[in-house]
């Protein structure tokens, strides 16, 4: 990296949302930007996550762009590689590879009042920008609870976002800790060649039935010769989930009609009612995100498989304690248990115009303006920030909805002129939060009855849309100034910052 380099927007991360925003600014006509990543490939979570089974259970005609179709979809659900390797293909067919620079590690970030830019430290050397974008995603630092005694395994231990491919489960006494979206697709994948697998499930999840299925040479053909099928495809996909979502945030007990789908799904292929009886949840079903499995029961109901219905508690030697006092002998454990969600580790290394970091500035929970930006952290923005996530739809709609507000922006900031940033005004923070948390008391994330990783530490959902996507769109189409502070920088190239312009003023 030459030394002092200056761009005007600097995208961190390069998975879904960071590759998206990438192509939204070269269509916006901005190439002074870069993208930096601290892996040696882009794919964000779907580079990482390479365990057995890993597949998307959000159908991909709708788990894709809208703006990069591909006809070439294998199956319903694809699996992880063909989804690395849709991002790959994005990276070269928008022409993005000049602009991302691999094994950049962002360390620390700091936004210089005087100059009006953010000095971004990398593991490779500084660089300024008129912006950040931080792209760095949910689910991309693992999370390894603390567990007393853990230190002193001797076996393997490894996290499923950095599955160890040279370990050899075959014959070995696994653990699997964690019953989540990651694990219950591990475990179908991994029984046949386990000597022994035992399932530590500290909550039962809700699993449907997936309906996974190829899809056909002639659909493929149809969708690349009328692509207007493929976009049918994605609109009947998209309009299902929209027309769900009023029982998740309105009506969840409307919700309670499939949790007989579900059960069904349990009785179908385990036959022991003791087994059937642990595995059976006791809370609203999409209260936790509703898991999609075909494969997972019939697993559980092998003759090399246990389920503690019980956390894991402590380990001693290679003996593996559970809450309820089961004791398992296990050579490898893996640990499904999750990302930093609500605590996201790229918080620390932000640090805004008052000098504190954003983790401080969030230490009583995320909050932030439409789920983009944060007060006191001018020209900073996120995707998937606070309350973008979804319980039952793509990821992928809500990123885009971010990126045509991240356009927007850089609009604003052109059409202001000059050096200038906008930093939202803390009024306008709060009124939005107060909206998202006064609709998020009625939804089945808060009123179903369990814990879950939506929830922060102190119990606010922080995470999730508590709405459809349209609405989010809506919220997310253009930035209203009126909602901003903006600052000029009183010199031209140095002085303090001129504050307190109104929006009339501009
Ligand atoms: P997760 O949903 O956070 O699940 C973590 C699991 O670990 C939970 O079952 C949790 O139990 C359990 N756990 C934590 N500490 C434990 C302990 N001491 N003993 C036993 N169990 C313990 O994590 P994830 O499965 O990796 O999924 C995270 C998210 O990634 C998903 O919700 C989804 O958004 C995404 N994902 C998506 C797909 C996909 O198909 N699109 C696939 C995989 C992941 P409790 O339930 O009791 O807290």
């Known amino acids: 990296m030459a030394q002092h380099e200056h761009v005007r927007v600097a995208v961190i991360g390069s998975g879904f949302g960071g590759l998206g925003a990438a192509v939204r600014l070269r269509r916006e006509g901005i190439t002074d930007f870069v993208v930096l990543e601290r892996a040696a490939s882009v794919g964000g979570t779907w580079r990482d996550n390479s365990y057995p089974g890993c597949a998307c259970d959000v159908p991909s ?79 991309s630092d693992p999370k390894i609870p603390e567990v007393p005694g853990l230190d002193g395994f001797e076996g393997k231990i490894f996290h499923s976002a950095q599955w160890d491919h040279d370990y050899d489960l075959r014959g070995k006494r696994v653990a699997m800790i964690g019953t989540g979206a990651s694990a219950i697709q591990i475990v179908p994948a991994i029984q046949p060649e386990a000597g022994r697998l035992t399932l530590f499930q500290r909550t039962p999840p809700w699993v449907m039935p997936r309906m996974d299925r190829a899809i056909s040479g002639a659909e493929r053909w149809l969708h690349d010769k009328v692509p207007l099928t493929a976009s049918a495809r994605r609109r009947l996909l998209w309009g299902i989930r929209e027309l769900q979502v009023s029982a998740f945030t309105k009506r969840p007990n409307e919700l309670g009609l499939i949790e007989s789908i579900g059960r069904s799904n349990i009785r179908r292929s385990i036959k022991d009612p003791a087994l059937r009886a642990k595995l059976t949840p006791s809370y609203r079903i999409g209260c936790k995100r509703i898991l999609l499995s075909s494969t997972y029961y019939p697993a559980l109901a092998e003759p090399n498989v246990d389920v503690v219905a019980s ?66 952290f001018p020209n900073w923005m996120t995707i998937i920030g ?10 992928i709609l809500m990123i885009e909805s971010q990126l045509s507000y991240l356009a927007d922006y850089l609009r604003q900031l052109n059409v202001l002129g000059g050096r200038v940033a906008l930093d939202p005004r803390p009024a306008a923070v709060g009124a939005w939060n107060e909206r998202v948390q006064q609709r998020m008391k009625r939804t089945v994330w808060n009123t179903g009855g369990c814990t879950s990783w939506y929830l922060d530490a102190n119990g606010r959902n922080t995470t999730i849309w508590p709405g459809t996507t349209t609405e989010f769109r809506k919220a997310t189409r253009s930035v209203d100034l009126g909602e901003y502070e903006v600052i000029r920088a009183a010199g031209a190239s140095a002085g303090t910052a001129d504050r307190a312009v109104e929006k009339e003023a501009v």
Do not use: C
């Open 61 to 139: 005609h709708l788990y894709s762009f809208s703006f990069a179709p591909n006809p070439d979809w294998p199956r319903t659900f694809s699996g992880q590689p063909h989804i690395r390797a849709y991002l790959e293909n994005v990276t070269d067919t928008f022409g993005l590879r000049p602009h991302i620079r691999l094994e950049h590690e962002v360390l620390k970030m700091h936004w210089d009042d005087a100059e009006l830019r953010w000095e971004i430290e990398t593991s490779r050397g500084t660089l300024t920008a008129d912006m950040v974008v931080s792209a760095t995603g949910p689910l």
């Open 311 to 376: 956390g894991l508690k402590e380990v001693r030697g290679n003996t593996l304690v559970a809450s309820d006092g089961t004791e398992t002998e296990a050579d490898v454990i893996i640990f499904g248990t999750g990302f930093h969600v609500t605590d996201m580790p790229i918080a620390d290394r932000v640090v805004g115009a008052q000098g504190v970091t954003l983790a401080e500035t969030w230490k009583d929970g995320m909050e932030s303006l439409r789920g983009a930006t944060a007060a006191g």
């Open 386 to 395: 606070p309350n973008t996530g979804l319980g039952n739809s793509s990821m």
